[in-house]
């Protein structure tokens, strides 16, 4: 069996006081050694320098450092100038997605979908970066149907992506067929299933809404059933995301990655659970 990959994802903060708090987050993940820290992207740019400024400080304290790039609203030359600042500074591995634009934000740019971003990353820098990209198990919002999303997702691997990693949801069973589908179409690159550790019922609900994540009937009941009793909602929350994460490695899941939201607590309380080394 390859080895699992384990990794924790950040986005980039807006202010110095956001920035001093990552770096606590930080320390306390760090002692996890997952594989990778990535970092997210503002669609069109607009958290370019911070992104950078993140990864950077990632990859000073010695530890991976996965930045995340989205295409829409972006120019050919722009993203050829980050490609570039990104290898001048030795990162080797990125995060490579279309993106959502702003609503009100002109639909500009030179790629329409992400698996044209991976073969322009091939194109411009060969094999320099291990590159990730998105799936979607419960199938993308905006995808005409499940066979359509397929193929675009087979498209991105076949442009050059080296491993996947899922939008987070909460049904195995959508994970577990949508990973055989990718194998009977001869897709064998890592799928690692992305974990959104539930610690507030309401920012999930939007979040969910907006990602085409399905949160079950009876967990939306029961969640909102605490009201607003956040430690029940985090403890009911931990208990359900490790059986998630238990049944996943369980079933063959090749690693795990976390959406922290920029919080160390329940990632670390979940991760210690499962007994990842
Ligand atoms: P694509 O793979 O291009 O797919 C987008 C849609 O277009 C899908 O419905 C697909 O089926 C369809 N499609 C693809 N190709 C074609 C084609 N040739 N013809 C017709 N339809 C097609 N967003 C950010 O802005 N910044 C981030 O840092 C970020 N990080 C993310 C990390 C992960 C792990 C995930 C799962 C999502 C992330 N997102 C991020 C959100 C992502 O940008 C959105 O979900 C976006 O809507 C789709 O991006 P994609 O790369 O999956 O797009």
Known sequence: MTERTFSIEFFPPKTP???????????????????????????????RDRTLETVLEIQAEGLQAAPH???????????????????????????????????????????????????????????WFEIEVAAYPETHPQARNYQEDLASFARKVRA??????????????????????CVALGIDVPIVPGIMPISNYSQLARFSAVCGAEIPRWLARKLES????????????????????????????????????????????????????
């Open 17 to 47: 006081e956001g920035m001093a708090k990552l770096r606590e987050t930080r320390r306390q993940l760090a002692q996890l050694h997952p594989k990778f820290f990535s970092v997210t992207f503002g669609a069109g740019g607009s958290t």
């Open 69 to 127: 790039l989205s295409c829409v609203g972006s120019t050919r030359e722009s993203l050829r100038d980050i490609l570039n600042t990104y290898k001048e500074h030795g990162i080797r591995h990125i995060v490579a997605l279309r993106g959502d634009l702003p609503s009100g934000m002109a639909e500009a740019g030179e790629f329409r979908y992400a698996n044209e971003l991976v073969s322009f990353i091939r194109q411009e820098t060969g094999d």
């Open 160 to 181: 050059g992506a080296n491993a996947a990693i899922t939008q987070y949801f909460f049904n195995v069973d959508a994970y577990f067929n949508f990973r055989d589908d």
């Open 226 to 277: 605490y009201y607003d009793d956040t430690d029940a909602i985090k403890a009911f929350g931990q208990d359900f995301v490790t059986g998630l994460c238990e049944r996943l490695l369980q079933g063959g899941a090749p690693g795990l990655h976390f959406y922290t939201l920029n919080q160390a607590g329940l990632t670390t309380a979940i991760w210690q659970r499962l007994g990842i080394e």
